[in-house]
């Protein structure tokens, strides 16, 4: 018996690196199939509902609004299963995010927390409805809700994207750290000539850092300005801009640590 | 009977034929074969003087790999937190490389709002 419980131990012991070793974005990966299973849901109820919707509006019969009826419940349904899926994708998203501050994830779970709590509501008031003006009715209300948010989807989404860059510069402001305090702990590291190449070094990066520092925020204003937004086009628009900006603060933060690298290279050699 | 003086028969002197000169047909073959010679003695001395110059010439050097310049290592190219944060930066390098400037898979759904049974 003792020896069947080592056994197991063992076992457990041994099998626990593949859980550890599990991505840390399989919550997110699999929220983003459920939401992409729904959206094909969707698709084909709404195709139902607008081929109901066309019969009702051309015959008028009882059967074809009867119909009509069914599939307009279905769709509305559908939608508002569909809008908390993605949403539940961005919680997830929110939850593996490494680049914003805390403060930041719980203003935004707390801004998708809300909307969840409408599409709930929207869906659990589905079956009551018994007319195609009820139904309208019903519909109206997201369709008032829609452009806020779209807004908060939308610059929600490009906060993350902002926030996957963020949490690599803090990397390099760790490994720069690291770097200046060796070349204080070092010195001499060659000839008074290498020493002011070095020196020039940190000079170079550190203002180019500046310079990365100020992209950011200027990523991050034209994110505020998403979540402000009154329509969709609008959103659509400064989350376009947000994400030219975001490939410039790529492209200077590459030119980064080349540089960095260029550093330890300088401090690798005597010549 | 005598017969009666002739007067000496006096040739009549012969006008002094002046030495014939040699036809031209005969000079030209010597003119071609003079010029011929000058220009084989410039064609010659030209050659000569070009084969001069080129052996003056040094040789081109046979081309040799480039020798590796080797650079003395620092004192602290050794120590373990510079090796660790070599690899480090490495590492982040390649991650920098991979960030998305965009993810699709964050773009909200396309939502049909109006119901359209108003006609």
Do not use: C
């Amino acid at each position: 018996m003792r020896r069947v419980f080592f056994v197991f131990i063992l076992l457990v012991l041994l099998a626990l690196p593949t859980f550890l070793a599990l991505p840390v974005n399989a919550s997110s990966q699999q929220a983003y199939q459920d939401y992409l299973y729904q959206f094909d849901v969707y698709r084909r109820d709404l195709s139902d509902f607008q081929t109901a919707r066309g019969e009702y509006l051309k015959f008028q019969t009882l059967t074809s609004q009867t119909t009509a009826l069914e599939k307009t419940k279905a769709m509305l349904s559908q939608r508002a299963t569909l809008l908390r899926t993605y949403l539940l994708l961005l919680t997830e998203r929110l939850n593996e995010d490494q680049g914003l501050t805390t403060e930041e994830q719980n203003r935004y779970r707390s801004l998708v927390s809300a909307e969840v709590n409408f599409a709930d509501r929207q869906k659990t008031a589905v079956p009551a409805i018994s007319s195609i003006e009820q139904a309208t009715s019903h519909s109206k209300e997201l369709e008032a809700r829609y452009p806020a948010l779209y807004a908060t989807m939308r610059g929600i989404g490009s906060e993350l994207l902002a926030g996957a860059v963020v949490a690599r510069v803090s990397d390099f402001d760790r490994l720069f750290g690291d770097a200046k305090t060796l070349i204080g702990s070092w010195q001499p590291l060659g000839s008074a000539e290498k020493q002011a190449t070095i020196d020039r070094w940190v000079v170079v990066i550190t203002n180019k850092r500046g310079l990365l520092g100020q992209t950011l925020e200027t990523v991050r204003s034209t994110d505020q300005k998403i979540f402000n937004a009154l329509y969709t086009d609008e959103a659509n628009r400064w989350a376009a801009e947000s994400a030219k900006t975001v490939a410039t603060a790529k492209q200077q933060f590459i030119e980064l640590t080349a540089n960095l690298a260029e550093l330890l290279a300088a401090m690798r050699y005597q010549d | 009977m005598e017969e009666p003086i002739q007067p000496p028969i006096q040739i009549p002197d012969q006008p002094v034929q002046p030495v014939p000169k040699r036809p031209f047909s005969v000079w030209l073959p010597i003119v071609v074969g003079l010029f011929a010679l000058t220009l084989g003695a410039l064609v010659a001395s030209v050659q000569i003087m070009q084969t001069l110059s080129r052996a003056a010439a040094p040789p081109a050097p046979t081309p040799l790999p480039t020798p590796t310049i080797s650079r003395s290592l620092s004192s602290i190219a050794t120590d373990s937190a510079f090796l660790l944060l070599e690899s480090s930066v490495s590492s982040l390098s390649g991650r920098v490389g991979a960030l998305p400037t965009q993810d699709t898979t964050l773009t909200p759904p396309v939502l049909t709002l109006p119901l359209g049974f108003q006609q």
